[in-house]
């Protein structure tokens, strides 16, 4: 056996002992997609209406700050619904001010309209309204989408649904705890940083007695934990606080699980430059008061400002090790910019997959049998050559998704069945042109190494242009078309590889061993 031809054997037994080590064994090396395996099915309704509410309290503030600022006092500034701010007791004497200061802040976004005594409505423009409903279905996609990944689910689908345009399709192959899920899907996870105005108090009431029970427009009280009251672990006491945070969630720059200094599971959090920037000035001017760490609208807990703190904070609280892992995560993922409420659950079993998986595999084995049947029948005994080359090609494939960890879902499946059919193409091609080559001219082995070099570049050609074909289809589909797509690509890669490669060499390997070279096509 020449030296080539001997390093191109054992280039072919390397390539298929690595394939067989990447699939074996199979059960565990093959992941399935939700169609194979089961796993849960979800769909979510994006509570739009926070976004605007967000939106308008935010704008309210401003308003109220601005003036206060130029010296206006007003009666009253807050929201009547989603997308009105009404405004009372602008003095008089001083409208043509407070005109001028809401027209460059609301301009833009509201429009206004008067009311008797100093009063004002501002209305949300149809058009901002409608572009904060998207924007606020599109991030909490986004958000959804990070927060699954970050869970290790393989291939998990997270897509617009309906045509409503505020659901959310989530499905989750393999997952077992569904509820844990669930519930860091779902949870908004915005952390605010607020001074507490009041408290921490054992009771509303108690919280609220010096101000007549009357919580101020300004203002907010939220409920928490605070075991250094001397409280009973679990109870719940109440704080005071700012509604508007001057540093949220939104600011992070990261997060992870933690130990405090009693070496309890905490997080640990970091803020981007910006970040840092408001929060260095906002604890520097706040020295000596307590900080209420807000996450989801409970505090979990409330230190004293013992001086400026730049870019690092902790939360800490009664966290198992699980729960600070899955609020890290939550926190590095990005606050979800509106709730979110399930519309419909469905558990899919591992029954339709096992079924499935037998389908595809008794579709491949037909497939593949009626191909070498035909191979066979037509082409000789140089149809062992394209049947070794197809299943070696299979076989290359499966290594290749198990090697990326790639998921095999129903199209995949049929990106197999297609595989079979673009490998039996390839070795048409090149019998076709060996049989031609043949009839003109002098030499078998002259034949069939003018048959390969001449068909090399075809078969080149038609799959990149397959290539990119799949790459479109993996950088804009879903995750079937996904999985598809990446059947496809590893399907391509190896295709050239057993058409061109294997082929050639098992015919070189025939050829060197017989003295009178004949070719049996």
């Known amino acids: 056996m020449a030296k080539n031809l001997r390093w191109k054997v054992l280039t072919i037994i390397a390539v298929v002992v690595a394939a067989v080590l990447a699939v074996y064994p199979p059960e565990d090396r093959i992941k399935l997609g939700l169609d194979l395996r089961g796993g849960v099915h979800l769909v979510l309704r994006v509570q739009t209406d926070d976004a605007l509410v967000v939106e308008s309290e935010a704008t309210a503030e401003q308003l109220n700050e601005q003036a206060s600022l130029s010296g206006i006092g007003l009666a009253s500034v807050g929201t009547v619904s989603p997308t009105e701010i009404r405004v009372q007791g602008v003095p008089a004497e001083r409208d043509q001010e407070f005109r001028a200061i809401a027209d460059e802040l609301l301009q833009v976004s509201y429009s206004r309209e008067s009311e008797a005594g100093g009063g004002y409505t501002f209305r949300m423009e149809p058009g901002i309204e409608r572009q904060l409903r998207e924007e606020s279905v599109r991030q909490a996609l986004q958000t959804i989408e990070r927060r699954v990944n970050e869970l290790g689910v393989a291939e998990p689908i997270v897509a617009p649904h309906g045509v409503a345009g505020d659901q959310i399709l989530v499905q989750l192959p393999g997952v077992e705890d569904v509820a844990g899920a669930k519930e860091i899907i779902r949870s908004t996870g915005l952390l605010e940083l607020k001074l507490v105005e009041e408290g921490p108090a054992p009771s509303r009431e108690f919280l609220l007695q010096t101000r007549n029970g009357v919580v101020p427009a300004d203002m907010e009280v939220l409920s928490g934990a605070d075991e250094a009251l001397g409280a009973a672990p679990g109870s719940t006491v109440y704080y005071l606080v700012r509604r508007v945070a001057p540093v949220t969630g939104r600011d992070l720059r990261n997060a992870r699980p933690t ?101 595809g595999l008794t579709a491949s084995v037909a497939g593949l049998t009626v191909v070498a049947f035909f191979m066979l029948a037509y082409y000789r005994l140089s149809g062992i050559n394209a049947v070794v080359a197809v299943a070696l090609n299979l076989l290359i494939l499966l290594g290749c998704m198990a090697y990326v960890g790639a998921v095999l879902t129903l199209p995949g499946i049929a990106g197999f069945i297609l595989t079979i059919g673009m490998g039996v193409d390839s070795n048409v091609l090149i019998f076709e042109r060996i049989k031609e080559e043949m009839k003109s001219t002098r030499g078998v082995r002259a034949a069939v190494a003018s048959g390969f070099d001449r068909v090399f570049l075809t078969i080149l050609d038609t799959h990149i242009a397959s290539l990119i074909a799949a790459g479109f289809l993996f950088q804009f589909g879903s995750g079937p078309i996904k999985g598809f797509a990446t059947t496809l690509f590893f399907g391509l890669v190896s295709n050239v590889f057993t058409a061109v490669f294997v082929s050639r060499t098992l015919f070189e390997a025939v050829l060197t061993r017989r003295r009178e070279a004949s070719l049996s096509i």
């Open 259 to 359: 130990l405090d200094e009693f070496n309890q599971p905490a997080i640990s959090f970091s803020f981007n430059r910006e970040g840092a920037r408001k929060f260095g000035s906002f604890t520097a001017a706040s020295i000596g008061r307590n900080l209420a760490i807000i996450m989801d609208s409970r505090v979990y807990s409330a230190p004293v400002i013992q001086s400026r703190i730049a870019d690092e904070g902790r939360i800490t609280g009664t966290f198992t090790q699980a729960e600070a892992s899955d609020l890290a995560l939550i926190l590095r993922s990005g606050a979800l910019p509106a709730s979110l409420t399930y519309l419909e659950e469905r558990t899919v079993g591992p029954t339709l997959g096992a079924d499935s998986v037998r389908a």
